[in-house]
């Protein structure tokens, strides 16, 4: 709803390509000391010395990954960027540098990019990286947002997703499918504002949901909590997908089996109570819901004592051998193979 | 056109986002010694050892870089890795990897995505460069293409575009002016095509221009020569927007001006013989056309003996002080200040 402010607005064709590039970054300084140059020449220029360097990218397309009726831009940009360094964190790596790159239509206006940079540099402040690079141009329609992370680790730190061993344990961080309900209820209102634009939402008891779903952080914590129990993973990813697909690719990778307890997955009390409301399976939600952007990951079972007190940190399974397969284990203690395209109990 | 093909269609709905990702990547080893880890975890590893890290992103949009009704997309591939690896060698740096990543629509059949792959992939075995990573997701509309180009050098072998100094000699690889008038051209055909679609174009006295359209060649090659002509450039910058764009770049962001000789711009024949069909002034063209991949660089007066006689190079003008301006010199001899959207004789 960037249309409805009511402030005046810059054509963004009044700055030309570089006249935009460099009022969007002029902000951009670079404090990493593994950044040896940032924005202004043909690239960037980087230094991770003896260290090993990591490098993901993602694209988000609007009207495919987002939708600009109830994402804010601050936030966009925020979460596009937690999104990237998500993954960075799942190689047990430190993130230090973002490439940005955006192409908008003309519907927007200069003030709207501004919004979105804002977020951009919200996040690139809290997280401690540097915007090194980029590229801004026009789009026929709508707004695509590209954008490469890079981090380092010592090599001995990294960890991939093909390193899970029988008898490990399964374990994920913080609670899963709370960022998928505050979709739900963010697209609920947005039909209840099609209907009438003049209803007043009160939202306050899903606060944390659409947090979750808006505003998502990426656990740059828990490679620093790791390395403070002395713990490290034998194998790791990222949950933005859903657990069900992440179990999927450890296993897969690892080529290995698990016994995923349904009991164990950690939900928010707000989760249960608005799958209640909105008659879905909370286990299906936590399965496939996705954007969590929670770590999945292994650890030897001899690990164990020294995660266990943990609140960020849940057990929730074990690897078995691989021709056990790759299997929930529900409630009523029955084991179900999961799906690559996720659990549903609809068609059990 | 390529709904025109003859063969069967497969939709890309049919393989699901991860089906598609490892149908696409399925031939893309590693073989850098640079690349520890390719695709298939959260990140891609590298490890530059000693060696400073290069990186650059670009984004390309149907309807705003490319024209899929006459871009074969496997020349799409191609140049959508030149665009990218040009910047890394703009920086006298080795190319060694890339990231790539696609947003499509539904119109497009797997098999075209399998064309601009194999674009993809000749690009990077002919430029010797590992794919280690991207992300593959749907469009609403068109193609989207971002690939992020990663290389590495010595950090004392590294060119900025920041160092010309007062005397030095600009100079120029190749020719100029050949992509735009390619353009020209395709654009010509088009339109001829959307009148009469019987039409038999014969475009073989266009092909060269037509080639340093669809399937410019990044220049690997001059990092190379230079070094073995003991050669290092004081600045350095591809030309992707232009000449006159680049030559202002380069000498606003080392603080000095130039004499550009308009006399000494190197022109190939079939572009003059072209702007002389399409009634275009050549200069222009070569000055604001953009696209043709070249590098432009500054070198010590010194060192002049040691490039002059090679066909690859060619010294189009000298480095001034700033306030002697940012000049074009022209065959009459008279010096016209370049202009930030490029200099246009019709406004003279």
Chains 1, 2 share one sequence.
């Not at 700055?15 to 043909?42: A, P, R």
């Not at 951009?120 to 540097?130: R, V, W």
């Not at 009991?263 to 209640?276: F, G, N, R």
Request: glycine content about 6%; overall charge negative; charged content about 25%.
């Amino acid at each position: 709803m960037i249309e409805d402010k009511n402030t005046s607005k810059t054509p963004i064709s009044e700055l030309g390509e570089f006249g935009l590039i460099n009022h969007l970054t002029k902000n951009l300084g670079i404090k990493q000391k593994t950044s040896d140059f940032g924005i202004g020449d043909d690239a960037a220029v980087l230094d991770f010395k003896n260290k090993k360097c990591v490098l993901t990218t993602d694209l988000l397309i609007e009207g495919v990954h987002f939708d600009l009726a109830y994402v804010p831009l601050k936030h966009l940009g925020y979460k596009a960027v937690m999104v990237n360094l998500s993954d960075v964190y799942a190689m047990n790596a430190t993130a230090s540098q973002i490439t940005v790159s955006i192409a908008v239509s003309n519907r927007f206006p200069l003030e709207a990019l501004e919004e979105l940079y804002a977020g951009i540099e919200t996040a690139a402040k809290i997280y401690n990286i540097d915007v090194v690079g980029g590229d801004t141009t026009s789009s026929t329609t709508g707004l695509i947002i590209s954008i490469t992370a890079i981090g380092h680790a010592n090599k001995e730190d990294l960890v991939y997703r093909n390193g899970a061993n029988e008898n490990d344990l399964l374990v994920v961080t913080g609670d899963l499918g709370a960022a998928y309900m505050g979709l739900q209820i963010l697209e609920r209102e947005k039909q209840v504002f099609e209907v009438n634009p003049n209803s007043q939402p009160d939202l306050d008891q899903y606060t944390y949901l659409i947090e979750r779903q808006l505003k998502p952080e990426a656990r740059k914590d828990i490679p620093e909590l790791l390395k403070a129990l002395d713990v490290k993973p034998t194998s790791m990813i990222d949950i933005s997908d859903g657990l069900s697909s992440e179990v999927i690719h450890l296993c897969t990778q690892s080529n290995v089996g698990v016994n995923l307890y349904e009991e164990k997955i950690p939900l928010d009390p707000a989760v249960i109570s608005v799958c209640e409301e909105f008659k879905l399976n909370s286990t299906t939600v936590a399965l496939n819901g996705g954007e969590d952007y929670e770590l999945l990951f292994t650890i030897k079972q001899e690990d164990y004592p020294k995660i266990k007190a943990n609140p960020n940190l849940t057990v929730i399974g074990h690897i078995t051998d691989k021709k056990s397969g790759i299997g929930l284990v529900t409630r009523a203690n029955e084991k179900i193979q999961l799906q690559a395209q996720g659990w549903n109990p609809i068609k059990e």
